[in-house]
């Protein structure tokens, strides 16, 4: 697959020019501006028995419950740890069962980057921590790259299941 090749996409929040940069599970992650509803300072979660692994647990939100998410976790990562930075990205999430509004674990935020669709490359099929089918694409930032979530198909539930969106790895391999 050549990832120079601009990405192709029918999700519209994939096609903005805005988009919030943070550092989770030692990556740089983009997510579209219009996806994101606030950012909060890091609050103690409460759990709750019986939710899949990646949920770390709710927290209340102005009198509404928001399951909180740990990005390390739902793509097979070790759980991320809560420093001095970390905080919660509240965003805005479809899925064919419902509207969904979820907070995300930000190790750090950055800033709000602008990524024409031009200035974002088709993910390459391997060597990324997670499913190229949760990235609208490649962000070009500078010398590197930010990871650009289909917020969508993160959270989507029932099309993906409980299971953590990581790379398989070969087998016998740790």
């Known amino acids: ?53 990646w949920i770390r647990g709710v927290i209340n939100l102005r009198g509404k419950v928001i399951p909180i998410v740990d990005l390390a976790l739902r793509f097979g990562l070790a759980e991320s740890e809560v420093g001095k930075r970390t905080c919660i990205v509240i965003v805005d999430a479809v899925t064919d069962a419902s509207d969904l509004v979820v907070g995300v674990i930000a190790d750090s935020v950055s800033e709000v980057i602008e990524l024409e669709p031009a200035a974002i490359s088709q993910p390459p099929t391997f060597g990324t921590p997670i499913s190229a089918e949760v990235l609208c694409g490649l962000g ?23 299971q953590p969106l990581g790379v398989p790895r070969a087998a016998g391999h740790a």
Do not use: H, K, N, W
């Open 1 to 53: 697959m050549d990832t120079e090749t601009p990405m192709q996409t029918s999700d519209p929040s994939c096609t903005t020019s805005q988009y919030l940069s943070f550092r989770a599970c030692g990556e740089v992650f983009a997510i579209a501006v219009l996806r994101v509803r606030e950012i909060i300072e890091y609050r103690p979660v409460t759990r709750v028995p019986g939710t899949v692994g």
């Open 140 to 162: 070009r930032l500078g010398s590197g790259f930010a990871l650009v979530l289909d917020v969508d198909r993160v959270f989507a539930c029932g099309e993906l299941g409980s």
